[in-house]
Nanobody, 125 residues
Framework: QVQLVESGGGLVQAGGSLSVSCAAS????????MGWFRQAPGKEREFVAA????????DYADSAKGRFTISRDNAKNTVYLQMNSLKPEDMAVYYC??????????????????WGQGTQVTVSS
């Protein structure tokens, strides 16, 4: 079956950096758009970043632009999210997700087919 397994979350001070990754199995990874979402307590799940099949196209939420970088390695079936200049408001559970089909509607969490279990990112001020 399809599995998405996130890793790399943890505790970091404000201004610091953290990288999270998501290893996929059970699907043809290179044919899926990959996205990162996050959810803080009491808030809705929100889009963070997305990357197209080949990695040629990437998109970010305004809150992530200039600070976060999404990338993928199709040979390793893994997608990454490098987060720099972290702020307390970035604290959340971060989820990776896989979306079949074309690179569109990638910010809509309802369009994604598979989800990881999430990894906690805690930013101390």
């Amino acid at each position: 079956q399809v599995q998405l397994v996130e890793s790399g979350g943890g505790l970091v001070q404000a201004g610091g950096s953290l990288s999270v990754s998501c290893a996929a199995s059970g699907l043809t990874f290179s044919r899926y758009v990959m996205g990162w979402f996050r959810q803080a307590p009491g808030k809705e799940r929100e889009f963070v970043a997305a990357i197209s099949w080949s990695g040629a196209s990437t998109d970010y939420a305004d809150s992530a632009k200039g600070r976060f970088t999404i990338s993928r390695d199709n040979a390793k079936n893994t997608v990454y999210l490098q987060m720099n200049s972290l702020k307390p408001e970035d604290m959340a559970v971060y989820y990776c997700a896989a979306k079949g089909g074309y690179y569109r509607d990638y910010a809509d969490f309802r369009r994604y087919d598979y989800w990881g279990q999430g990894t906690q990112v805690t930013v101390s001020s």
